[in-house]
C-alpha cells in the first residue's frame, strides 16, 4: 500500500504531511508526558523488529500464497499508539530512503494510510475497547483482525481518494476502489491473523508487555473528550483539506448560481483597471497553473519538445561516456604509477 | 533466506556508497536533501501530460550521476517495487483517454499514452532522486540535516536506532528463519503452527535487547536532546550547491528548455 512520489501532487502531499504531522507532534507531547527515557530506544529497536518481521512471509493455508505481519497494529499494542505512531514514521522513512518502498514526498500520505489508521483507529479504538475486560486468545485475535481490517480497508480508500485528488489515474474512482478495497480486505484478514499469532505468543509469555489491557473487573476510562476531540480534529483537517482539493475541480455554488443565471462561470471583465490587474497577474504567475509559459502546445508536450528530449539525452551520454573514459584513463596513470 | 539476506546486503552497500570520498559526498547533507525535497516537488507538479517536461527534469539525476560516479544499473533495480505500482495505475490511461494530442512521424498519439508515459518518467525520476541522496549521504549526516530543519529529536534518534539496528536483526531474522527452514525443506514460508513462537521469540529478544541497549546508551550520555551535529557547518561551496541546483531546476521548470533545443535543430 506504499504510495510512490509519482502518484500524487504537491497540493496532496502538502495536505497530507500536515495533517501526519499534527498526529506527529500531538503523539511526541504524549510520549513526553509519560516521563519514560527508555521508551526512545525501545521503540527504535521495535521499528526494525518490525521491518526484520515483515520481511519473513508465513504460509497462508489453503492458498499457496504468503502474507506479512501488520506492523501498525502490533507496535501500538505493545507500545501505545502514542509511541507506535512515531515508530512507525521511522520505519516508513527508512522503508522509503534505503528500499524506495513509497516516496520521499509521499511520506506524509503514507503515514497517514498506514500508520495513522493502524495505530489510532487499530489500537486506540479497537484493540482497547475488546481489552478493556481483559486479554484472551480470543480477544486477542478479535481485535487484531478487526483492527487490521478495518485499518487495511481505510488506508486502501485514503489511497483512492490521494491518488483520484492527484488527477493520476484517468480511472473512475468507483472503478480504483473497486480494485483496490476486496484485495485489501484478503490482506487485511491474513495480516491480522499473523499478528494475533505474536500477540497470543506475547500474552503467554511476557503479558504484562501489552498495552491497554484491563483487570476484567475495572475497565480502563473512555476516550476523554479532549482526547476524542483531537483525533476528531487531525481528521476534519486531513478530510477537509482533501474534500477541498476535490471540490475546486467541481463548480461551487456560486459558480453554478452564475451558470444558471448568464450561461457562464465567468463574467466577462472589461476595463483599464482588469486590463492592468491581468498584465501584473501574468507577469507574477511563476507557474501559471502548471503550464509551460511559451509553449505551442496546451498539453504542454510538443514533437519539437519530445525531439529536444532526445538530442538532449544523445548530448549528455555522450558526455558522460567521454567522463567515463578519462575516469577510467587517470585511474589507469594512477596504479601505472 | 533471499529476501532477508538481500535487505542486508542492500543497506550495508548503500552505506558504503555513502562513506565513499567523493565530491558530491562531501555536500553538506541540508543542501543536498534541500535539493533533493525541491526536485521531488518540481517533478510531480507537472500535470500529467506534459511528457516533455517531466522529460527535461531527468538532467539533474543523470548528471549527478556522473559526478557522484554512481551506478545507473543498480539505482535502476530499486524501480522493481515502484514501477509495478505506478504501471498498474497509468496502464489503464490510453483506454479511458483517446483524445488525439499529437501526432509524431505520422503516428497519432493520444492524451492517455502521454499521461501514462509520463507516469512512467515521474516514477523513474523520484526514485533516481532519492537514491542520489541516500548514496551520498550516511544516515548520521541525514539525521543532522533533519536536525537542522528542526525535525523533533525523538523521531530523529528513533529513525538513527532503527538505521543502526535493523542490520542486526535482519541477521537475527535470517538465521531463525535459515534453521526454520533447514527443519522443513520444501516450505515456502513459516507454517501456520510456528507463526506465533517465530516471531515472538524475535519480537521478545528485540526487547531485551533494547533494554541493554538504553542502559549503555544512558552511559555514553546519549539521549533524546542530544543534537546530532555535522562534522561541520555550511560553506560557501555548500550555499553555492544549493543556489545553483534550485535555481537550474526552477528553470527546468518554468522554461520550456526541451522545446528550445528542439526548435534549435529542426
Known amino acids: 500500500m506504499h504510495m510512490a512520489d509519482a502518484l500524487i501532487t504537491p497540493a496532496t502531499a502538502g495536505v497530507m504531511f500536515a495533517a501526519s504531522g499534527i498526529a506527529a507532534g500531538y503523539s511526541i507531547y504524549k510520549v513526553r508526558r509519560e516521563h519514560s527515557p527508555e521508551k526512545v530506544p525501545v521503540m527504535g529497536v521495535m521499528g526494525a523488529f518490525v521491518f526484520a518481521a515483515q520481511m519473513i512471509n508465513f504460509t497462508i493455508p489453503g492458498t499457496g500464497s504468503s502474507g506479512h505481519l501488520c506492523g501498525g497494529l502490533l507496535l501500538s499494542a505493545v507500545l501505545g499508539p502514542w509511541a507506535g505512531f512515531l515508530t512507525m514514521i521511522g520505519v516508513l522513512l527508512v522503508q522509503c530512503l534505503f528500499f524506495a518502498d513509497g516516496g520521499l514526498l509521499a511520506l506524509g500520505c503514507n503515514i497517514w494510510n498506514m500508520a495513522f489508521y493502524g495505530c489510532f483507529v487499530g489500537a486506540l479504538l479497537i484493540w482497547r475497547n475488546v481489552m478493556k475486560k481483559g486479554a484472551s486468545k480470543g480477544r486477542i485475535t478479535l481485535a487484531s483482525v478487526l483492527g487490521c481490517v478495518v485499518t487495511l480497508q481505510m488506508g486502501a480508500f485514503s489511497v483512492c481518494v490521494e491518488t483520484y485528488l492527484s488527477g493520476i489515474s484517468a480511472l473512475p474512482f468507483g472503478a480504483f476502489l473497486t480494485a483496490m478495497l476486496p484485495i485489501h480486505l484478503a490482506i487485511g484478514l491474513v495480516e491480522g ?10 500474552h503467554e509469555a511476557r503479558p504484562e508487555l501489552l498495552w491497554g489491557v484491563g483487570s476484567g473487573e475495572q475497565a480502563p476510562a473512555r476516550l476523554s473528550f479532549g482526547k476524542t476531540l483531537a483525533i476528531l480534529a487531525v481528521a476534519a483537517a486531513a478530510t477537509g483539506g482533501l474534500l477541498s482539493l476535490a471540490a475546486s475541480s467541481l463548480p461551487d455554488g456560486l459558480e453554478w448560481a452564475l451558470e444558471r443565471v448568464a450561461g457562464t462561470a465567468e463574467l466577462p471583465a472589461a476595463g483599464s483597471a482588469y486590463e492592468a490587474a491581468g498584465k501584473i497577474q501574468n507577469a507574477t504567475a511563476v507557474l501559471p497553473d502548471y503550464a509551460i509559459p511559451g509553449s505551442e502546445s496546451a498539453a504542454g508536450t510538443t514533437v519539437s519538445g519530445l525531439a529536444g528530449a532526445l538530442i538532449t539525452a544523445v548530448i549528455l551520454i555522450g558526455v558522460a561516456l567521454a567522463l567515463h573514459f578519462f575516469r577510467r584513463r587517470k585511474a589507469g596513470s594512477v596504479e601505472a604509477g | ?19 565513499r570520498d567523493t565530491w558530491l559526498n562531501r555536500v553538506h547533507p541540508l543542501s543536498k536533501l534541500l535539493v533533493t525535497l525541491l526536485y521531488l516537488v518540481l517533478v510531480v507538479s507537472w500535470k500529467p501530460r506534459q511528457l516533455t517536461g517531466v522529460l527535461g527534469m531527468a538532467v539533474y539525476p543523470f548528471v549527478l550521476f556522473e559526478i557522484g560516479d554512481l551506478s545507473f544499473g543498480k539505482a535502476l533495480y530499486r524501480l522493481k517495487i515502484v514501477l509495478p505500482v505506478v504501471c498498474l495505475v497509468g496502464i489503464l490511461n ?15 498519439v493520444t492524451g492517455g499514452v502521454l499521461t501514462m508515459l509520463s507516469l512512467m518518467a ?34 530523529v534518534t528513533e529513525f538513527l536506532l532503527i538505521c543502526r539496528y535493523v542490520s542486526v536483526l535482519l541477521g537475527e531474522a535470517d538465521r531463525m528463519w535459515q534453521a526454520y527452514s533447514l527443519r522443513s525443506p520444501g516450505q515456502r514460508g513459516v ?24 542502559q549503555s546508551m544512558c552511559m555514553r550520555g546519549f539521549g533524546e536532546d542530544r543534537p546530532f551535529a555535522y562534522g561541520r557547518g555550511l560553506t560557501g561551496r555548500d550555499v553555492l550547491y544549493l543556489v545553483l541546483f534550485a535555481a537550474a531546476l526552477i528553470t527546468l521548470r518554468i522554461f520550456p528548455v526541451l522545446e528550445l533545443v528542439g526548435k534549435l535543430f529542426s
Open chain 2, 94 to 108: 490510453p483506454f479511458f483517454d483517446r483524445e488525439p494530442v499529437l501526432t509524431v512521424f505520422g503516428v497519432t
Open chain 2, 1 to 19: 533466506m533471499s529476501k532477508i539476506g538481500n535487505a542486508a546486503r542492500s543497506i550495508s552497500r548503500l552505506d558504503e556508497l555513502a562513506r
Open chain 2, 191 to 214: 507454517a501456520h503452527g510456528a507463526w506465533g513462537s517465530m516471531l515472538g521469540q524475535l519480537l521478545l529478544r528485540s526487547m531485551d535487547r533494547a533494554k541493554a541497549l538504553y
Open chain 2, 122 to 155: 515521474k516514477g523513474v525520476l523520484t526514485v533516481l532522486s532519492t537514491y542520489l541522496l541516500i548514496a551520498t549521504t550516511t544516515v548520521e549526516s541525514i539525521c543532522s540535516a533533519l536536525s537542522m530543519l528542526h525535525l523533533p529529536g525523538i523521531i
Open chain 1, 193 to 202: 491473523l499473523i499478528s494475533a499469532a505474536v500477540l497470543c505468543f506475547i
